[in-house]
């Protein structure tokens, strides 16, 4: 069956209901510097324009996303240092909920450079500090003492060195003794060690989908077969993996469902942020009680309207909202 999601949901707004509130985590956090450039050169100075300066990392760029969707959101990071005493007060001036925990070494800066001669951006990003065993457990009583109150939780981003690999199992314990659902959303080592424990959904773009399968993850197809691994070896009940201008697959127990993104209004500047863009949206509508596959709609073309900014801007609420009804869908029951 194809058709659009948004024509199906009677026509209305995916904005227009509350939600219940969505609790984050981002062990890894930034400062992001974002500059603009005519042109980089190879020598002598490259003089930039700050355009801005915003926190940053996976959980905090998510729950960003779902407050700029309508929603309510905590976020739960690591700060150390100056840069953390930094990255505090930007989350304030925001407006962005947040509880944050200390830790000794020093939140991280990353650098973001958009070219304005070629349109390109650069996304330069450190391994950020070193976590001890107690900092690790202090994060995780943190989960449970939040997670409770919050029905889903997301879990994003890289794991700094110190944490071992399989932090996001832990995590995911956590998460269920509380009786809240995961969305986990990581790479490397920690995606790869996160699959001795279920969670209720895993997002992984390409690039992780690859890590998984051993080859390239191009296609509807490729990430079928991904999506099925997943689901069979028991890490989800959910499983979506993001094709970039594609669109995404989304799959559960009850079959795969393909979302191709819509065209774009305007020329794709960056797709720096538009994995957590997607996340947000997606976990926003969980959390008003849509499936999986509408929530995923709507994730989709909040990706769309993420690339349309530069650097790491955040989406246009109007124009995410513009492009839902283009997001065409195509069941396919049964695996």
Do not use: W
């Amino acid at each position: 069956m194809s058709g659009s999601l948004a024509a199906g949901g009677g026509g209305r707004s995916p904005l227009s209901e509350a939600t219940r509130p969505i609790l984050t985590l981002t062990v890894n956090p930034t400062v992001d510097i974002c500059c603009e450039v005519d042109r980089l050169a190879d020598i002598g100075k490259t003089r930039a324009q700050v355009r801005f300066v915003a926190a940053g990392g996976g959980g905090i760029n998510v729950a960003r996303g779902v407050s700029r969707l309508g929603g309510r959101a905590t976020a739960i990071h690591t700060a150390g240092r100056e840069v953390g005493q930094r990255l505090n007060r930007l989350l304030d001036e925001e407006g962005v909920d947040h509880l944050a925990l200390g830790i000794a070494g020093e939140t991280r800066e990353a650098f973001v450079l958009f070219e304005t001669e070629s349109r390109r951006s650069y996304h330069i990003v450190p391994p950020g500090p070193r976590l001890d065993e107690h900092e690790g457990g202090r994060l995780l009583d943190a989960l449970d003492r939040a997670a409770g109150s919050h029905p889903y939780v997301v879990a994003s981003g890289s794991l700094p060195g110190g944490l071992p690999d399989d932090f996001y199992a832990a995590v995911a314990r956590r998460v269920k003794g509380a009786g809240s659902q995961l969305v986990l959303d990581t790479s490397g080592r920690a995606l790869h060690e996160s699959l001795q424990e279920s969670v209720f959904l895993r997002r992984c773009n390409n690039h992780e989908a690859a890590s998984l399968a051993g080859r390239a993850v191009r296609s509807f197809d490729d990430a079928r077969a991904v999506n099925e691994y997943l689901l069979a070896a028991g890490a989800t009940e959910v499983a979506i993996t993001t094709l970039g201008e594609l669109g995404a697959l989304c799959s559960t127990r009850h079959g795969h469902t393909q979302l191709r993104a819509p065209g774009l209004p305007g020329e794709p500047l960056s797709d720096a942020g538009a994995g957590d863009a997607m996340v947000a949206a997606l976990t926003f509508r969980l959390a008003a009680g849509d499936d999986p596959v509408e929530a995923c709609a709507l994730g989709v073309a909040v990706a769309a309207a993420s690339v349309l900014t530069p650097d790491t801007e955040p989406f246009d609420r109007e124009v995410a909202e513009s492009l839902y009804p283009a997001v065409r869908t195509s069941r396919q029951v049964g695996s």
